[in-house]
């Protein structure tokens, strides 16, 4: 299936392009002002049980950027590079598979920014990583529920 460019698209790329700006000027400003040991991993409750080099900082912004990029770059090769549950075989269902991966997009975006937050210290506990990841697998279910829905559909406004 190919996937046109559309006003939708260049919108939810546009939102990712200013969401990656985003995390690379906090992490960069983060990692600039951090001490040399930072935390990286945090219990169920959100304390940090092990620290490591303030560069974990840099990491985050690095896999953020790889996963926000190649979960837009998904949106164009929807039958090759998004797995879901049952088959997929109308345009309708093509279309909200894209939707779904877009806004998967910017909610890992905004994920990684939580993520960098907490490691450097502007973030404590453990509820901003349980809505963010929460809005994840909402948004993953509701797009579920709506393309299976949508099997034997061709025109989406129907």
Same mark, same amino acid.
């Given at each position: 299936? =190919?996937?046109? %460019?559309?006003?939708?698209?260049?919108?939810?790329?546009?939102?990712?392009?200013?969401?990656?700006?985003?995390?690379?000027?906090?992490?960069?400003?983060?990692?600039?002002?951090?001490?040399?040991?930072?935390?990286?991993? +945090?219990?169920i409750?959100g304390? #940090?049980?092990?620290?490591?080099?303030? +560069?974990? *900082? /840099? /990491?985050?912004? *690095?896999?953020g950027?790889?996963?926000?990029?190649v979960?837009?770059?998904?949106?164009?090769?929807?039958?090759?590079?998004?797995?879901?549950? +049952?088959?997929?075989?109308?345009?309708?269902?093509?279309?909200?598979?894209? %939707?779904?991966? %877009?806004?998967? #997009?910017?909610?890992?975006?905004?994920?990684?920014i *939580?993520?960098?937050?907490?490691?450097?210290?502007?973030?404590?506990?453990?509820?901003? /990583?349980?809505? #963010?990841v929460?809005?994840l697998?909402?948004?993953?279910?509701?797009?579920?529920? =709506? *393309?299976? %829905?949508?099997?034997?559909?061709?025109?989406?406004?129907?």
């Open positions: 299936m =190919k996937v046109n %460019r559309t006003k939708e698209g260049t919108m939810f790329e546009v939102v990712c392009g200013v969401l990656i700006l985003i995390m690379w000027i906090v992490a960069l400003v983060l990692y600039k002002n951090s001490p040399d040991t930072v935390p990286t991993h +945090f219990d409750s304390n #940090a049980d092990a620290t490591g080099d303030k +560069f974990a *900082i /840099i /990491i985050m912004a *690095i896999v950027t790889v996963v926000t990029a979960s837009l770059l998904a949106a164009y090769k929807p039958d090759r590079m998004i797995n879901i549950p +049952f088959e997929v075989s109308t345009t309708a269902q093509y279309e909200k598979m894209v %939707r779904m991966v %877009r806004v998967l #997009a910017v909610e890992m975006a905004l994920l990684f *939580i993520v960098i937050l907490m490691v450097g210290e502007k973030i404590v506990g453990a509820w901003p /990583i349980a809505v #963010a929460g809005a697998l909402l948004t993953t279910v509701v797009y579920c529920v =709506k *393309i299976y %829905r949508l099997r034997g559909v061709e025109d989406p406004k129907e």
